[in-house]
């Protein structure tokens, strides 16, 4: 069975801190992974992606894949009250007719 | 990112009546299409995978008589919920990507939701 984890929370982080996400995946051939943050009530959309190992950086966001260890995480620089949400991370096979495996979500709360 | 528009975002409808929810790629072909079900304050459930084309794969224990997909183009797949009872209220998504790009899957887009109230 192939799996995503992640530690459900919820994780409080202050106003302007760093919030830290992470994830462990089972399935050592996944080539792509992604986060996801979904609002409550509101469908998940795409954050970042990342293929290669290290960092990715997009604004706010830095993505960290590890497959040695098969772990990827997220980084939210300057934490707003606005990314207080649920972050899924996922990952797909490197196979054409693969599906996206969710991890169940860490749901984050920015306090003021 | 890619839009995906999914449709209705939600529907109240009789008990015992069938429901399709349509999903479309806006500006992408979506080889692929994913359907999920989240109950409130639970993770995504993947009910189904299809391709364009071809027949849907079903997650286990969701039944394929009760939830038919149909993928007839690139840009459309639909779910019915046939026979509809309380226990499907759900909200119901949609994702779609498109196919391989440099040898690896490219990312998933999701439609906005269609929350289903059976009563």
């Known amino acids: 069975q192939k799996e995503v984890e992640q530690n459900s929370g919820p994780l409080s982080v202050p106003e302007g801190a760093i919030a830290s996400l992470n994830c462990t995946y089972s399935d050592r051939v996944s080539q792509s992974f992604f986060w996801y943050r979904q609002y409550s009530g509101k469908s998940p959309e795409l954050i970042m992606s990342i293929y290669s190992n290290g960092d990715k950086e997009d604004g706010r966001f830095t993505a960290q894949l590890n497959k040695a260890s098969q772990y990827v995480s997220l980084l939210i620089r300057d934490s707003q009250p606005s990314d207080s949400a649920t972050y899924l991370c996922a990952v797909n096979e490197y196979s054409s007719a693969s599906k996206i495996i969710f991890g169940s979500g860490t749901r984050l709360s920015i306090r003021p | 990112g890619a839009v995906v528009s999914q449709h209705p975002s939600w529907v109240i409808c009789k008990s015992g009546t069938s429901v399709k929810i349509e999903c479309r790629s806006l500006?992408?072909?979506?080889?692929?299409m994913f359907w999920y079900r989240q109950f409130p304050k639970q993770s995504l459930m993947l009910m189904a995978t299809s391709n364009e084309g071809s027949k849907a794969t079903y997650e286990q224990g969701v039944e394929k008589d009760k939830f038919l997909i149909n993928h007839a183009s690139l840009t459309l797949s639909t779910l019915t919920v046939t026979s509809a009872h309380p226990e499907d209220s759900s909200f119901y998504i949609c994702?779609?990507?498109?196919?391989?790009?440099?040898?690896?899957?490219?990312?998933?887009?999701f439609g906005q939701g269609t929350r289903l109230t059976v009563v």
């Open positions: 994702s779609a990507r498109d196919s391989w790009t440099g040898g690896r899957n490219t990312e998933a887009f």
């Open positions: 500006d992408f072909q979506a080889t692929t």
